[in-house]
Nanobody, 115 residues
Framework: QVQLVESGGGLVQPGGSLRLSCVAS????????MGWYRQAPGKERELVAD???????NYADSVKGRFTISRVFAKNTIFLQMNSLKPEDTAGYYC?????????WGQGTQVTVSS
């Protein structure tokens, strides 16, 4: 079993920054992929960014150049640094880890970008 706990969401003005954190615990094999997804009301959940255990990263086009995903491998922790936030970034942000065929989700943290 794997547990994910996110933190760092909140309310921020357009152009502001937030940093999300996610800590994974439980039975975690060394080969895995961790990432962030988001879901706005009435929309499907979408990938924001992910990072493999080898350090390769992948970003949605809408966040390239503004968001940065990073990882502390020894602590099974990932971060999402979000800069130049826009109102359209408002959503619930969910941490995800894929281990083989297993997929696990955190409970989510809300990010609201509004003046």
């Amino acid at each position: 079993q794997v547990q994910l706990v996110e933190s760092g969401g909140g309310l921020v003005q357009p152009g502001g920054s937030l940093r999300l954190s996610c800590v994974a615990s439980g039975t975690i094999f060394s080969t895995n992929r961790m990432g962030w997804y988001r879901q706005a009301p009435g929309k499907e959940r979408e990938l924001v960014a992910d990072i493999t255990s080898g350090g390769s990263t992948n970003y949605a086009d809408s966040v390239k150049g503004r968001f940065t995903i990073s990882r502390v491998f020894a602590k099974n922790t990932i971060f999402l640094q979000m800069n130049s936030l826009k109102p359209e970034d408002t959503a619930g942000y969910y941490c995800n880890i894929r281990i083989g065929v297993g997929v696990y989700w955190g409970q989510g943290t809300q990010v609201t970008v509004s003046s």
